[in-house]
T-cell receptor, first 110, second 115 residues
Framework: GEQVEQRPPHLSVPEGDSAVIICTYT??????FYWYKQEPGAGLQLLMS?????DRKEEQGLTVLLNKKDKQLSLNLTAAHPGDSAVYFC?????????FGKGTHLHVLP | DAAVTQKPRYLIKMKGQEAEMKCIPE?????VFWYQQKQSKELKFLIY????????QIDMVKERFSAVCPSSSLCSLGIRTCEAEDSALYLC?????????????FGKGTRLTVV
């Protein structure tokens, strides 16, 4: 079945720098892609969802790139600030399930 | 914005007690999913309903949980006898229909603590 690999598992960046998280998936038929943010003790906050006909989407300092040829999804936080410190999950919809990556712990250093 | 509602947000049970959490899917959504997440780690799929019928579930759910969707507007996930390992965030999600071309929406979750 579909597998999603997310890297890196931990990421520390100075405030103002960009942070990039990458996920690779296996099923080329995957149609929906998501990035979620989870702060300590909280639920999932949807950052962005993209359909497979989109290669690039930008919103509020976040850029999602979808490379269908390489089956790769990335999230770029430009000019990260301490409030961005959280766990980030990529996810894909495959058949009826949402398959999640294992998460990236992002720490933005003030 | 889509809204999947979960209640309660927090639940504390003693070992051996029964627990129940509820999910109100987004109106018009026919597919409902439950996930378990421990300590901000990866989410584990538990069970999937389509038109109120369970179509897929993991063995743990079959053995120790009770999950139903008595109506299209309400689903519940229960644990018959809580164990410490059940402490987790339980997330419900829904989508308009089955299939890969369908966006999925998540609720805020029920955080269960078993003491």
């Amino acid at each position: 079945g579909e597998q999603v690999e997310q890297r890196p598992p931990h990421l520390s960046v100075p405030e103002g720098d960009s942070a990039v998280i990458i996920c690779t998936y296996t099923d080329s038929a995957t149609a929906y892609f998501y990035w979620y943010k989870q702060e300590p003790g909280a639920g999932l906050q949807l950052l962005m969802s993209v359909f497979s006909n989109v290669d690039r989407k930008e919103e509020q300092g976040l850029t999602v790139l979808l490379n269908k040829k390489d089956k790769q999804l990335s999230l770029n936080l430009t000019a990260a600030h301490p409030g961005d410190s959280a766990v980030y999950f990529c996810a894909v919809t495959n058949a009826y399930k949402v398959i999640f990556g294992k998460g990236t712990h992002l720490h933005v250093l003030p | 914005d889509a809204a999947v509602t979960q209640k309660p947000r927090y639940l504390i049970k003693m070992k051996g007690q029964e627990a129940e959490m509820k999910c109100i899917p987004e109106k018009g959504h026919t597919a409902v999913f439950w996930y378990q997440q421990k300590q901000s780690k990866e989410l584990k799929f538990l069970i999937y309903f389509q038109n109120q019928q369970p179509l897929d579930q993991i063995d743990m759910v079959k053995e120790r949980f009770s999950a139903v969707c008595p109506s299209s507007s309400l689903c519940s996930l229960g644990i018959r006898t809580c164990e410490a390992e059940d402490s987790a965030l339980y997330l419900c999600s829904s989508s308009q229909r089955q299939g890969a071309n369908t966006e999925v929406f998540f609720g805020k979750g029920t955080r269960l603590t078993v003491v």
